[in-house]
């Protein structure tokens, strides 16, 4: 007998039918023998309803106050789907129980819409499992010290699933979403991106971290620290299907490298057009620009991915970052009001139409010449490089959006990505 938690997400949860069907593959598991922890997500949709009511009746609140009465309200969501998913197994003869976050609970620390899991009790699930019912764990949501609710951050149904795998010690977690695994990249763009049997778990961070939306990025974190084996399936295959085939089907998130059986060098091309490029023009070049600039940036909590500093001329550089469109404004208004009066820089420029794009493969650490592969595919379909950083297992460049399409689909070709493998 396995300990197993699943995890659907809100369109696998997105009508009475859809968690019927979700109802009776649990209990298929349960029927097997299995010890069943299952997280929903919100009904799809339901979340940004939810928010969007909210954003009416205050349109540009952003205090603490505000975010906790947010948080109260987006918990809702996935508060009735667990209810309704744990009604529909009682419906199908299987003993089930729903606990919302706070009932477990799940504690986490108090940044309201974004909060971070500290701790999972797991007492109460256990002695529910031991009595042969199926646990049903309200995602998205815990409890905080001073016992108000709080949300993990869009997405975060996933690293409740996860977290709760690995406070349980579960034999594997299984996350049912409405794609059947982690591609080669998003299939929508290049329709000839293959799906991955395996991926390693750091290959997956470094997907998740740059636009492939399968796994929300602190999910695989905590897959990462706890070792927890990790799988997105599809939801959307016949629920009596062979429990068996199931099992093995979708993509696996492996810790060993040998484990990985796709040898690939590069194994996923990763995009985003959420980032943007901020410059600083004309810095006095001089110890310590770095960290004035992005001391004041980090202290605005703006998260900062690329950077470059040029070289410098007649004593002058210039500083280039990107940050995320939401930080954008907030990020250009900083540089002007503060950091240019403050260093005696020109000028600061910005541009919004840039993108990342990104190869990751854990091939790259044994193989020369992966990166400048890169570039001179780039170079050939005349696309311009505006910015370039690398890790032992990632190369990405910032180019103009307009170009994103065309790189993607020239680098999955020239990576053989569109070739199945052994
Ligand atoms: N319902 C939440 C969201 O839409 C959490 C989740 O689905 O994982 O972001
Ligand atoms: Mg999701």
Redesign the pocket.
């Known amino acids: 007998m396995s300990l197993i938690v699943h995890k659907y997400?809100?369109t696998s949860m997105g009508s009475t039918e859809r968690i019927t069907n979700v109802a009776k593959r649990v209990a298929k598991w349960a029927r097997a023998g299995h010890q069943m922890v299952v997280v929903p997500?919100?009904m799809s949709g339901?979340?940004?309803r939810l928010l969007a009511l909210a954003k009416e009746l205050a349109p540009s609140t952003q205090s603490e106050a505000y975010f906790r009465e947010l948080d109260m309200l987006?918990a809702t969501?996935?508060q009735a789907s667990s209810a309704l998913l744990a009604i529909a197994l009682q419906a199908q003869g299987v003993e089930s129980v729903s606990y919302a976050g706070w009932q477990v609970p799940i504690r986490t620390n108090s940044a309201y819409t974004k909060a971070r899991i500290e701790s999972i009790d797991d007492e109460r699930v256990r002695a529910d499992l031991e009595a042969g019912r199926v646990v049903i764990v309200t995602?998205?949501q815990g409890l905080d010290e001073l016992g108000n609710i709080t949300?993990?951050?869009?997405?975060?149904?996933?690293t409740?699933a996860v977290a709760v795998a690995a406070a349980m010690k579960a034999d594997e977690c299984l996350i049912f979403t409405d794609v059947d695994g982690v591609y080669t990249t998003d299939p929508r763009v290049v329709p000839d991106a293959r799906r991955l049997h395996t991926v390693s778990f750091e290959e997956m961070l470094e997907m998740a971290s740059m636009g492939s939306k399968v796994l929300?990025i602190r999910s695989v974190e905590f897959a990462g620290k706890y070792k927890v084996k990790l799988r997105v399936l599809s939801s959307f295959t016949p629920w009596d299907i062979d429990i068996n085939i199931e099992a093995k089907s979708g993509t696996l998130i492996t810790f060993e490298e040998d484990e990985n059986m796709e040898q690939a060098i590069v194994s996923g091309i990763a995009f985003t057009r959420d980032e943007t490029k901020v410059a600083v023009l004309g810095v006095p070049d001089k110890p310590g620009i770095a960290y004035q600039i992005l001391g004041a940036v980090a202290d605005a909590n703006i998260e900062v991915d690329m950077i470059i500093q040029n070289i410098s001329k007649g004593g002058l550089t210039d500083f280039s970052f990107t940050v995320n469109h939401a930080d954008y404004a907030k990020t250009i208004d900083l540089l002007k009001n503060v950091v240019v009066p403050k260093l005696g820089a020109q000028e600061v420029v910005g541009d919004t139409k840039i993108c990342k794009v990104s190869i990751v493969g854990i091939g790259m650490r044994s193989h020369v010449g992966v990166a400048s592969t890169m570039f001179r595919v780039l170079s050939e379909e005349g696309i311009n490089i505006q910015m370039i950083s690398t890790s032992e297992i990632k190369t990405s460049v910032v180019i103009d959006e307009k170009y994103m399409e065309l790189a993607v689909k020239a680098l999955h070709k020239a990576f053989g990505l569109d070739q199945v493998q052994a």
């Open positions: 997400g809100g997500s919100a339901e979340t940004n987006a969501g996935e995602g998205f949300t993990l951050g869009r997405g975060g149904s996933d409740s929300q």
